[in-house]
């Protein structure tokens, strides 16, 4: 039985030496695949955008004040041309992101203190996990409660409060989203609060500060940084979230910023452009690219901005 | 500055209401938030849970070989196809006599579903023997009628602004006055691909799509995944190419889905003119989205085995690959598996990208291969909650419960291999 092991040993150990370089040449090939990815993204969008705005100018689609992207079936019909000015969408995906970090960030930053600070760990084991199954329901079922649930609610609220509210409104795609982020936001800054040393705290315990103030004058300034880069990386998943808007917050292309309206987003009409009847070529299509090309490069600023302020963070207390 | 001398007790009391007051503002941000959660999953399940049941009506059914096979030549394809509507309507006439008036009976004919005449021809063919027999058989009943029996018709309603009129309901109480009409469990739902009609749509075509797509995505993607990381952790020396790597998988992961849908409408179908709305496309484009994700994680898992055991492995004379391929994946394989799970979770919750390459068409067979025709479970959901159709609300409800029971099953696989086969260090 020895012998035969060893024969086996060493015959590994001889025919490796090419086998392994194979093996290691093959993983790098691998982790091209997530540069390749990135390129293609980037190719196949600004490919189609620079397609489109061979028929739409550049600064037609960046500044203009309307939306309404029908093709005509005849060239001399009225209103062929279609308009497709970005700045209402705009409007209405940051109305709706506005409304959705302004419910997040209070009710993830408290709670994600209270569970760092003051949560004894029994409670703390069984809350964030709990918390934390928010971010796992898929964004639809988060759409069918903002139209079932929270639009009719809002509705009628409003409507008995005397305001004019239309069935699907910023507000309702918006609360709802906000609730989406609320793990997200809690979990970031959770990491980012603990991650304050423990003798900052110790320090201002010994000065004769509450626990309050410890919190809101020594561990979140110290924690700022790193809040700020949740947030943003918060917001960069509220501007490309697609499906509670798509099924909440509707299709009219209006520039309002008054929460109760219909507003439409970015992601809302790209589904909507490409989701129809398409035919490739045609200004409504490749319209769709344009707006995922802007889509893209927004959120990615956001992104890379974030991730470089929170990697500075954790150098800073490393 | 204020006195503090003078005021102690004062400012000491102050700053414990405070203390009090700030974790009470804590305690209830998480409250709402958790009720948000519980409020979520109860509106879902009060309008979902009734899809369970289904509502059956008790006819006697003659099945009359005259009409349906006058040949005697029982040809199965035949059979299936026969015209069984008059067989429901002689039946209907038999049980409610009273009713005379042609335009009565056609609305009398509506308390069924359309769904019995398959139901019937199914029957048949399974059984030829039925022919010339009658038979009391349970069979299933109208949207209306159906939502009616689940109490979900507000009678008190005007008689115009319901779609359910008083005459239907009085047939419908006569039924239930001597029990030949009762929910029973809806196998239907769990065994049927989509309809045009609420009380005959089911989810397996949609629940067999996500399948398909989730297979192809975990077929590219844990691979391409597990030895990205694998080479980033353990082979790929500091450069300028790694660290490209390196950030492009942390952006990727944070690109919104919807983009990864475009990239899949203008390359996979575009340029290498893969079959649309199929399981295939779905698949990798799910896969690219699901990648990072993967990468991360099995990064992470990598990371934890400590130095220790690969430096005894190398010691022993193993090459490094032996030793990353023999000791380090398989002690890190638990938590890249946990990893992966949660990546496949997130995939089967997906329904942007599966848009944009077309995974939204009406479908109604039960797709049987990855290059077949289908659609996903949550672009079910989405498809349904569009729909006007009354019966179609709670349809979407149970769906999500289907959905959300999948996505708990494997978190809950996901936390045990954690627990279980998970070594600390």
Redesign the interface.
């Known amino acids: 039985m020895f012998p035969s092991t060893n024969l086996q040993l060493r015959r590994?150990?001889r025919g490796?030496k090419l086998?392994?370089q194979i093996?290691?040449v093959?993983?790098?090939v691998?982790?091209?695949?997530?540069?390749l990815?990135?390129i293609?993204?980037v190719l196949?969008?600004a490919?189609?955008a620079f397609l489109f705005f061979r028929k739409v100018p550049v600064f037609d689609f960046l500044f203009g004040l309307e939306w309404s992207p029908q093709t005509a079936i005849r060239a001399d019909q009225v209103g062929a041309s279609g308009k497709f000015g970005v700045l209402p969408l705009l409007t209405g995906t940051v109305l709706i992101s506005f409304i959705a970090m302004a419910v997040a960030t209070?009710?993830?930053?408290?709670?994600a203190?209270?569970?760092t600070e003051?949560a004894k760990p029994k409670t703390r084991n069984w809350?964030k996990p709990?918390?934390e199954?928010?971010a796992?329901?898929?964004?639809?079922?988060?759409?069918?409660?903002a139209?079932?649930?929270v639009a009719p609610i809002i509705r009628n609220t409003g409507s008995g409060a005397g305001f004019d509210v239309s069935s699907e409104s910023a507000l309702a795609a918006g609360l709802v989203m906000g609730?989406m982020l609320?793990?997200f936001i809690?979990s970031l800054s959770d990491d980012v609060i603990s991650a304050v040393p423990k003798a900052m705290r110790e320090a201002s315990y010994g000065l004769g500060a509450?626990?309050?103030?410890t919190?809101t004058q020594v561990v979140l300034p110290a924690a700022t940084v790193g809040i700020v880069g949740s947030l943003l990386?918060a917001t960069?998943?509220a501007?490309?979230?697609?499906?509670i808007v798509?099924?909440a917050a509707g299709l009219a292309a209006k520039l309002t910023l008054n929460p109760l309206e219909a507003v439409t987003t970015m992601?809302v009409q790209?589904?909507t452009l490409?989701?129809g009847d398409q035919e490739?070529d045609s200004a409504k299509t490749l319209a769709?690219?344009a707006i995922?090309l802007f889509?893209?490069i927004l959120?990615?600023g956001l992104?890379?901005i974030a991730?470089k302020i929170v990697d500075k963070y954790k150098v800073h207390y490393a | 500055m204020p006195d503090y001398a003078l005021n102690t007790s004062e400012n000491t009391r102050r700053?414990?209401i405070?203390?009090v007051r700030?974790?009470w503002?804590?305690?209830?941000?998480?409250l709402?938030?958790?009720g948000?959660?519980a409020?979520?999953f109860i509106?879902?399940s009060v309008?979902g849970y009734s899809v369970f049941e289904q509502t059956h009506i008790q006819l006697d059914i003659f099945f009359d070989e005259a009409h349906l096979d006058p040949s005697g030549a029982r040809d199965p394809e035949m059979l299936l196809i026969a015209d069984y509507k008059p067989l429901l309507t002689t039946a209907l006439q038999r049980r409610f006599r009273e009713v005379q008036e042609r335009r009565e009976k056609r609305r009398l004919y509506k308390i069924l579903s359309r769904g019995a005449v398959f139901a019937l021809g199914e029957m048949v063919q399974k059984n030829p023997n039925l022919i010339g027999t009658s038979q009391r058989l349970w069979l299933p009943a109208s949207a209306e009628v159906d939502l009616y029996m689940k109490g979900k018709v507000d009678v008190s309603l005007e008689e115009e602004l319901r779609r359910l009129k008083n005459k239907e309901i009085n047939w419908v109480n006569q039924l239930k006055a001597q029990g030949q009409i009762k929910k029973k469990f809806n196998t239907r739902f769990f065994t049927k691909g989509d309809s045009r009609e609420p009380e005959l749509s089911g989810i397996l075509g949609a629940v067999i799509g996500s399948a398909f797509s989730l297979l192809v995505c975990f077929t590219i993607a844990f691979?391409?995944g597990l030895?990205?990381a694998?080479?980033?952790e353990d082979?790929?020396k500091k450069t300028l190419l790694?660290d490209?790597?390196e950030i492009?998988?942390?952006?990727?992961a944070?690109?919104?889905?919807?983009?990864?849908g475009?990239?899949g409408?203008?390359?996979f179908l575009?340029v290498f003119h893969l079959p649309r709305s199929t399981p295939l496309v779905g698949g990798m484009v799910l896969a690219?989205m699901t990648?990072?994700t993967i990468?991360i994680a099995a990064r992470a898992s990598l990371r934890s085995v400590p130095n220790t055991i690969r430096e005894a492995a190398l010691g022993l004379?193993a090459?490094?690959?032996?030793t990353t391929f023999h000791h380090t994946v398989p002690l890190a394989m638990p938590g890249i598996l946990t990893g992966t799970i949660l990546g496949m979770?997130?995939a089967?919750?997906?329904?942007?990208p599966l848009?944009?390459i077309?995974m939204?068409a009406f479908i109604v067979d039960v797709p049987q291969g990855i290059t077949d025709v289908a659609t996903s479970l949550?672009?079910q959901?989405?498809l349904w909650?569009?729909s006007p159709e009354k019966g179609f609300?709670e349809r979407?409800?149970a769906a999500?419960m289907v959905?959300?029971s999948f996505?708990v099953l494997m978190?809950l696989l996901a936390v045990f291999l954690r627990k279980k086969l998970q070594r600390q260090w």
């Open positions: 590994a150990g490796s086998k392994e093996i290691i093959g993983m790098l691998c982790s091209l695949v997530a540069i990815i990135t293609g993204i196949s969008l490919f189609e209070p009710l993830g930053l408290y709670s203190v209270y569970l003051y809350i709990t918390l199954l928010l796992g329901i898929p964004t639809v079922v988060y759409g069918f409660f139209a079932l649930v609730i609320i793990p809690s509450t626990r309050v103030e919190i990386l960069s998943r501007i490309g979230e697609t499906m798509v099924m992601t790209i589904v490409l989701t490739f769709a690219f995922a889509l893209f959120t990615m992104n890379v991730l | 700053r414990h405070k203390e700030f974790q503002v804590g305690r209830i941000a998480i709402i938030s958790l948000f959660l409020l979520m509106a879902i309008r691979p391409l030895l990205t694998i080479y980033l082979f790929a790694t490209l790597i492009n998988i942390n952006n990727l944070a690109v919104p889905s919807i983009v990864f475009l990239l409408l203008s390359i575009g690219l990648l990072p990468i004379g090459s490094k690959v032996q979770a997130g089967l919750g997906e329904t942007a848009l944009m077309g939204v949550p672009v959901i989405f909650a569009d609300v979407t409800a999500i959905l959300l996505l978190n």
